[in-house]
């Protein structure tokens, strides 16, 4: 029926454009939340299906949508030809919703209606035709499937649809532009000379960017090759026109696609774009072949170098001590060992994890350059700075300079002046944030708060002033405190080490009032009572009253001992007399022991979890009864093993193979799970999804809600 030889590719295309811009062609939008905030604005259901007249009124002052087959990318821009191969079909099946329950997690699928064109009554007949005349549909679908994975790096573990939706759902309008701009820049450009063969002239890269709408942007894009785009996806990131905080990594929200034999999904983080296998040890595996790509054990001067720097590993053989390495060691440890040791190395690991050549990496330190290809093979990276790591090297400082001194003379006592100030600077920073993360932690509502135990300093400083400056806690602590806490953190050392003090006398006092905290009736989830194995955990708006009477005996105590260690090593005092002009200079005895108040005080919030302490995964294990221990650890090698069944509902704390913040101390009620958090950043990106998701019906109760939509795979 279709003469492949005899069609004229050219009118076929041609034909197809003037169709798509008198909108006889319609293709929905689908790289970003546009529709999903439509469907939110005008569909007044839930549907699974759209009429044709709702599929209109959906799809009207919307972008004309972008996708591509083979090499032709279809867009507002028209039907263009990409350097790159993508199986990236139209689809009319969205995810457009979230439903009224907040205990749903997923995106709800709508099916829209195409209208009754000419062509949609070809296809209808001549498929009437075919089945009537052929039967059975032949093997031309798997023939076809075969070249698309054969063209389209079906088996690629590097290659990925992901890109796509990423760059529409992770991307502010501001970024796109950046990476355009990026593309363009100098006479190799890769995106120009993609244009060029599309007779499309950019001119001015800022004006072409801007000359564009989302869609456009997307669209022109995808016209380059996928190293091409991801290279300049990552120089953008790395000369810092796309600022991505730590911790932050970017997924797509809507589609979350999963492609190829590895099921491939796109991230984005401060060390660049990569794609990651369903299958996270398969970091491992590409770690192997990037250290055989380096070391050609049948090459003998590379041999022998790996012998050497192998010398003290285990094993009879160079290849044995290699694989006993690499699958033994941290793999932070194997890039130090085995790729850093010189420049052919190196630019080997560089080009197979796909760094930007424009990458200078003479101004990066090794930890940086260990991170970002950590991050490219799938492992996470390593921060060198968590908690109180500023804190306990100002102190180091300090104390050498107090320790060396021997008669308090001018210069020694100059010494120690100087290297107070970033001391007490980094003091007031580690008090600052540990009072305003367990303040927040301890009374604020996470389960129905839209942030969904997610934390923030900045609210969590609001919290703190909210609670803080009550007259409950004013009252509680001494009725005489004028003390008045600053939301923005402007907030001096004296008031900082009372204000564990007069936390720990609020919450003393909410437990003998703790039913006025009682979670409303029509603010519980209907499984609150009904669900007998999985009981509701917070039952009360103030998470320190469903916290095991012992845990909250035990973090009053870890409060009352933090305020009488820093009052009793004298650290305001010290600070006083040493930053201001005064002439009691402090005793050496009395420095050594503000010293350790300072010891003392870490100890007490880093152990107990008060302070915003970042564990991350270290290893798990599950048996045959379906028992599993997930092992976490923070930046000292400490572990918190958390255990499922845990003998409490999911109420959205993060899952257990992602970094997040861990309070050990913080024991829920008739249950192994303790209070955990999510890291929260500030971004454009976090700005593009403030108010995700959105729940549909009037009857929401806010405080139905369990795990955001991406977290439906995390381990809860």
């Known amino acids: 029926m279709v003469d492949h ?13 003037l169709e798509m811009d008198s909108n006889r062609i319609l293709h929905p939008f689908v790289w970003g939340r546009e529709l999903y905030d439509k469907a939110f604005e005008t569909l007044q259901h839930n549907p699974t299906s759209l009429d044709e007249k709702e599929t209109a009124q959906l799809l009207a002052d919307t972008p004309r949508g972008v996708f591509q087959s083979f090499d032709m990318v279809t867009g507002p821009l028209g039907i263009l030809l990409s350097q790159e191969m993508r199986p990236l079909a139209p689809t009319i099946r969205l995810p ?78 501001e970024e796109l532009n950046a990476v355009i701009t990026t593309a363009l820049r100098g006479k190799a450009s890769p995106l120009r000379h993609a244009l060029q063969e599309n007779k499309i002239r950019a001119g001015s890269p800022d004006d072409f960017a801007n000359s564009l709408d989302k869609a456009s942007k997307i669209q022109v894009l995808m016209l380059m ?37 590895y099921n491939l999904s796109a991230e984005c983080s401060q060390y660049g774009f990569r794609t990651v296998p369903q299958d996270r040890s398969l970091a491992v ?86 991170n970002i290809l950590l991050w490219k093979l799938g492992f996470n990276a390593k921060s060198p700075d968590e908690a109180f790591g500023p804190l306990r090297r100002n102190r180091e400082t300090f104390a050498r300079a107090v320790t060396s001194a021997t008669s308090f003379g001018d210069t020694e006592r100059y010494e120690i002046k100087r290297e107070s100030s970033p001391l007490f600077s980094s003091i007031e920073a580690a008090l600052d944030a540990t009072l305003a993360f367990a303040t927040w932690a301890l009374t ?10 997610t934390y923030h300093h900045s609210d969590a400083r609001v919290q703190m002033a909210k609670i803080l400056n009550s007259a409950d806690a004013r009252h509680a602590h001494k009725a005489d405190d004028a003390t008045i806490y600053d939301s923005q953190g402007r907030n001096t050392l ?55 009477s012992e845990n909250q005996e035990s973090i009053i105590s870890n409060l009352s001992e933090m305020t009488r260690t820093l009052e009793s090593g004298g650290v305001s005092n010290v ?6 002009s005064r002439d009691d200079f402090p005793s050496k005895e009395e420095l050594i022991k503000f010293l350790s108040a300072i010891d003392e005080f870490l100890e ?46 999911s109420p959205g704390m993060p899952g257990l193979v992602k970094d997040q913040f861990v309070i050990p101390a913080a024991k829920l009620k008739s249950s192994g799970e303790v209070l955990r958090f999510h890291i929260g950043t500030m971004s454009a990106y976090t700005e593009i999804w403030e108010d995700w998701p959105k729940y549909r019906a009037a009857v929401d109760r806010s405080s139905e809600f369990a795990q955001s939509t991406e977290d439906v795979v995390q381990i809860s």
């Open 225 to 261: 090759k996928r190293k091409d785009l991801t290279a300049c996806i990552d120089e953008t990131i790395h000369r810092g026109d796309i600022k991505i905080p730590e911790h932050e990594i970017r997924r797509p929200k809507i589609w979350q696609l999963s492609t190829g034999y």
């Open 604 to 649: 007490l919030a880093e152990k107990s979890g008060l302070c915003p302490m970042i564990f991350r995964p270290a290893g798990n294990y599950r048996d045959s009864f379906g028992r599993a221990t997930y092992r976490l650890q923070d930046y000292r090698g400490r572990e918190y093993s958390a255990q499922r069944p845990s003998g409490t509902s």
């Open 494 to 548: 004296f008031p900082l080490i009372s204000g564990f003090a007069r936390l720990q006398a609020y919450l003393s006092q909410t437990v003998e009032v703790a039913n006025q905290c009682a979670r409303p009736e029509s603010e519980m989830p209907a499984y609150a009572k009904l669900a007998e194995l999985t009981p509701f955990s917070f039952v009360h708006t103030l998470p320190f009253l469903d916290l095991e």
């Open 444 to 453: 604020f509502d996470h389960w129905a708060a839209p942030s969904r135990f």
């Open 575 to 580: 600070r006083n007399r040493l930053q201001h």
């Open 96 to 173: 457009l919703y979230h439903c009224e329950k907040r205990s749903c997690r997923i995106i709800h699928h709508v099916q829209l209606m195409t209208s009754d064109s000419q062509i949609h009554k070809t296809r209808a007949k001549t498929r009437e035709i075919l089945g009537k005349e052929w039967g059975e549909e032949s093997a031309f679908g798997e023939f076809f499937s075969e070249i698309d994975n054969e063209f389209c790096g079906f088996f690629d573990d590097r290659g990925s649809l992901g890109e796509v939706p990423l760059l529409g759902e992770c991307f502010s309008s």
């Open 285 to 370: 595996v590409r770690l192997v072949r990037l250290i055989a790509s380096i070391y050609d054990l049948g090459d003998t001067t590379s041999s022998k170098e790996l012998a050497w720097k192998l010398r003290r590993v285990e094993g009879k053989s160079t290849k044995e001590k290699l694989d006993h390495f690499v699958r033994g060691e941290d793999p932070a440890e194997v890039l130090r060992s085995l790729v850093l040791g010189g420049p052919g190395s190196f630019s080997i690991a560089a080009a197979m994890c796909g760094l930007p050549e424009s990458l200078e990496v003479e101004q990066l330190d090794d930890a940086e350059i260990i």
């Open 5 to 17: 030889e005899a069609t004229n590719l050219d009118d076929l295309i041609s034909g197809l454009n």
